[in-house]
């Protein structure tokens, strides 16, 4: 191989790492290093929180493009080249002030913060970004003192401090990757809160099985067990809340009366591909020769690297997506040799003459954990979607993923257009919604105690803030504490760390 096509492949920066937060640790080892974070950590967190607030209103600036002039480029850009897209101002000082108190970040001689930890601090800003917003809309302060928490909980309006839309990844989101959403009473729980509480929930899955919907249904089997067993049918419009949206953005599912799921329909008044056509990247508007000739391409390159790298693995094709799977289930595939599979793809889907070829139709490779897939369509258009179908706003909306590496992850895609919380398996996911109820107000810490030990499963449920309440459970509302929790962050996020190198 000649030394300049070395140079033209080789990934000169390591590709499993996030830019913005990597940045971000740089920024804090000086002040470790010279034993001053006690002092300086909170303001530089307030520096993040200004950078990424200009990078916000920049990006939302209606101005035309200047050909990427110094003036249109925020400064966080400049620094960060490859930093994504924000929709909310993040309140990280707060947040990281309410993490550092729990955690004592700043009293380190010997350990510096961690990538993890700073991962948390930018979830735990975001979700506290959505109740901010709704105090903002109803003219209260920023700070969280008692009176107005209790002036909080005792509104009897429907408004529920919190993300309107909530998407979740499916495979080590709510479940570990292959695996499926079986008894996981205390996560679905709170996605069951979730929908009592009106918000629009939706799992976003690569796994696409076209419309045969009992197999979306073995996949979330746990969590559609719960939800009869909870009655939710009983309560008005809760289970049309609840949506599946396969390989990507392909088949729209909705959850039924009869906890089964139904294929949405797509053409005609009210169809979800009607619908939603001036989307321009919606699946609607793809010529079916232009799939095919991404499928065509990406088949080539499979059987190509298969070969190439040695891997013992097989290709599935099926109608929007290509899986390079082990030939035998249970066989492990190499992590690198995945993703350097996955590199090639993206190195040749995005060439310009292939791009062309394909009309830049919106595509996802990634590596699933072990396999490689490449489907036709992504979380952005997925997300996109349903926020116009639900009619909810960018900055109502989140999504919960485990991949957003930029190189090899298939929630990054999302981030384009909605806030997004990074965790890396289902208890980091159970941990975020506890706090995002805690702090719209609806569970207490009592609550919490009583939902982790006590009768989830039996006849129980949860009274909807607010409302009559038809269901049967009985978790206090005595709710008197909105704060975070973060107890039980070091023991959710453990051992999965391993997958992101630090
Ligand atoms: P997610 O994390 O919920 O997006 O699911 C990703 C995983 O779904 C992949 O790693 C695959 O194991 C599995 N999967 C099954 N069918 C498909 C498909 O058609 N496209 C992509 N992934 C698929
Ligand atoms: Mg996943």
Redesign the pocket.
């Known amino acids: 191989m000649s030394f300049s096509s070395r140079r033209r492949n080789y990934h000169l920066v390591p590709h499993r790492k996030d830019e913005l937060i990597g940045w971000m640790k740089s920024m804090l080892i000086h002040s470790f290093v010279l034993d001053a974070l006690e002092s300086t950590a909170g303001d530089t967190f307030s520096h993040f929180e200004q950078l990424i607030n200009e990078h916000l209103h920049k990006s939302k600036s209606q101005d035309p493009p200047d050909n990427g002039s110094a003036s249109q480029v925020s400064r966080l850009k400049q620094i960060v080249p490859t930093v994504g897209t924000f929709h909310t101002p993040l309140p990280l000082r707060k947040a990281f002030e309410v993490y550092n108190t729990k955690y004592a970040i700043t009293k380190r001689k010997h350990i510096c913060i961690s990538f993890n930890e700073i991962r948390h601090i930018l979830n735990l800003a975001q979700i506290m970004a959505f109740v901010e917003e709704g105090r903002r809309m109803r003219g209260l302060s920023m700070s969280y003192n008692e009176d107005e928490v209790e002036e909080c909980m005792n509104n009897d309006n429907d408004d529920f401090h919190g993300p309107k839309l909530v998407t979740f ?5 709510l479940y570990s ?2 695996a499926n959403f079986e008894s996981n009473s205390e996560l679905a729980h709170y996605i069951y809160l979730l929908l009592l509480n009106g918000v629009y929930v939706a ?7 076209e419309y045969m919907t009992e197999k979306y249904e073995m996949r979330l089997s746990g969590l559609l067990s719960y939800f009869k067993k909870q009655k939710l049918a009983e309560i008005k419009d809760c289970c049309n809340r609840f949506y599946l949206f396969g ?2 953005c392909n088949f729209l599912l909705q959850l039924g009366c009869d906890y089964k799921l139904h294929a949405v329909k797509e053409h005609g008044v009210g169809g979800w591909k009607s619908s939603t056509r001036y989307l321009p990247e919606t699946p609607s508007n793809w010529p079916e020769d232009d799939i095919t000739a991404l499928l065509d391409i990406v088949e080539e390159s499979l059987t190509h690297s298969i070969s190439d790298l040695k891997l013992r693995a097989r290709i599935l094709r ?1 109608k ?2 290509i ?1 390079l ?1 082990p030939i035998k289930l249970n066989d492990q595939l190499p992590r690198e040799g995945l993703d350097e599979v996955v590199l090639r793809i993206q190195t040749t889907l995005t060439s310009k003459d292939n791009a062309n070829n394909i009309n830049h139709l919106p595509f996802c490779a ?1 590596n ?4 490689v ?1 490449i ?1 036709v369509g992504n ?1 952005r258009v997925g997300v996109q979607i349903l926020q116009s179908f639900c009619d909810i706003k960018v900055e109502e909306t989140l999504h919960i ?3 957003f590496l930029k190189s090899a992850g ?2 990054r895609a999302a981030r384009d257009v909605c806030p997004c919380v990074w965790i890396i398996n289902p208890d980091e996911t159970t941990y975020i919604l506890k706090n995002i109820l805690r702090l719209a107000g609806v569970i207490s810490h009592n609550d919490e105690e009583t939902i982790q030990n006590a009768d989830i499963d039996g006849d129980g449920g949860c009274e909807k803030k607010g409302a009559s309440g038809n269901s049967s459970v009985t978790i206090g509302s005595n709710v008197n504490n909105t704060s975070m929790d973060i107890d039980e962050m070091a023991r959710r996020s453990s051992l999965t760390e391993k997958m992101i190198r630090l």
Do not use: L, P, W
């Not at 799992?203 to 099985?209: D, E, K, M, P, Q």
């Not at 699933?368 to 396999?371: A, I, P, Q, S």
């Open positions: 990844d499916g495979d080590q989101t990757d292959g799992v976003v899955t690569a796994a696409g099985y390989g990507e099926k929007r997506a899986g799977i990634f699933g954990g072990n396999d897939f489907d979380k993923g485990d991949q298939n929630d």
